[in-house]
C-alpha cells in the first residue's frame, strides 16, 4: 500500500548497526527508549542490537518550540556461522572456572554501564590494529562444535606483537587478564561510548590513563579462548553491542567538530 510507504521513515538500520540522526537546531534533551542517546556532532546515534525486532522506532527530542520526534526503521539481517576450535577447559569450564568468568563479567558490565561526560572530538574513529576482519561480527559462533553466543564483536587478523592503538581519545577504564577474553583493555570514550580489546599479548597501558587516539594500548596476541593470534574488538554504544565495521561506517561520516558548519 504506497500510503504506508509513504509515512515509512527513511532512515533505516540492521539489527547490530547504529544509526545517526540529524538533530534539529537547539535540540537539548535527546532520548531514546528511556535513555539519554549519545549525541555526537550534532546527531543522536543510537546502536540496535542483535536480538532488536524489525519495525519502526524513534527518538524523542527537546526543542525550544517543542517536541520533536525523530524516526527511523530497524531492518533484519542474517549473519554467517562460524566454527571455532580451541582448548576444551575454554568450551567447558571447570566450576571455578566459571566463577573467575562471573566475576570478570561483572567488572566488565561496570565499565560498560559507565556514562561520563561526551566529548567532542570522537570522530573519526580509527582502526585499532593494521590486518583484514577475520571473524565479522555477529557470527553465530560453534566453539569445538557446541553453539555460544553471537559473536560479539570484530576480529583483525595480525600476528602476535602488532600493536594495538585507541581508535579516538578516551580513558582507561579498565585492564585485566581474563577466562575468556584474555589480556584485556577497556577504553570510555563519554557518553556511553565504551571499546574493548581482547587476546592481547601485552598491555602497555594502566587504568585511569587517558589516551589519545592512535595511543598504544598493547599488542595483538592469542590470550584466553582463541584459536590464533588476532585482535578481537567490541564496540559498546550505551549498553548496546553493535558491529565495529558498521559503527565506522556511519560514524566517520559525522563531522568532527561540533558546531561546525558543513
Ligand atoms: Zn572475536
Redesign the pocket.
Given at each position: 500500500m504506497p500510503s504506508l510507504l509513504a509515512t515509512a521513515a527513511a532512515a533505516t538500520v540492521e539489527i547490530g548497526g547504529i544509526v545517526a540522526l540529524a538533530l534539529p537546531e537547539g535540540a537539548t534533551g535527546v532520548r531514546y527508549q528511556n535513555d539519554d542517546a549519545l549525541v555526537v556532532a550534532g546527531h543522536a546515534v543510537v546502536g540496535v542490537p542483535l536480538d532488536a525486532a524489525p519495525g519502526r522506532r524513534s527518538v524523542t527530542v527537546a526543542t525550544a518550540a517543542g517536541e520533536r520526534v525523530l524516526e527511523f526503521t530497524v531492518l533484519a539481517k542474517q549473519y554467517p556461522e562460524r566454527h571455532v576450535t580451541v582448548s576444551q577447559r575454554h568450551v567447558d569450564p571447570s566450576p571455578d572456572d566459571l566463577e573467575r568468568y562471573r566475576r570478570e563479567a561483572a567488572v566488565q558490565r561496570a565499565a560498560y554501564a559507565l556514562r561520563t561526560e561526551t566529548r567532542n572530538d570522537l570522530v573519526p574513529f580509527e582502526r585499532p590494529a593494521a590486518g583484514p576482519a577475520s571473524?565479522p561480527f555477529g557470527a553465530r559462533s560453534f566453539f569445538n562444535g557446541k553453539p555460544r553466543s553471537p559473536?560479539a564483536?570484530?576480529?583483525i587478523a595480525a600476528a602476535t606483537g602488532t600493536p594495538v592503538r585507541a581508535p579516538a581519545p578516551g580513558v582507561v577504564a579498565v585492564t585485566g587478564h581474563y577466562f575468556f577474553n584474555g589480556k584485556t583493555v577497556i577504553i570510555d570514550h563519554g557518553g556511553g561510548l565504551v571499546t574493548m580489546y581482547?587476546h592481547l599479548s601485552r598491555v602497555d597501558v594502566a587504568k585511569g590513563d587517558e589516551v589519545d587516539r592512535g595511543h598504544i594500548l598493547g599488542a595483538v596476541g592469542k590470550t584466553g579462548r582463541a584459536s590464533g593470534a588476532?585482535l578481537?574488538w567490541t564496540v559498546k554504544v550505551r549498553g548496546v553491542t553493535v558491529d565495529p565495521a558498521q559503527f565506522m561506517a556511519v560514524f566517520n561520516t559525522l563531522d568532527g567538530e561540533d558546531g561546525e558548519d558543513g
Open positions: 571473524s559473536h564483536g570484530l576480529d581482547c588476532h578481537h
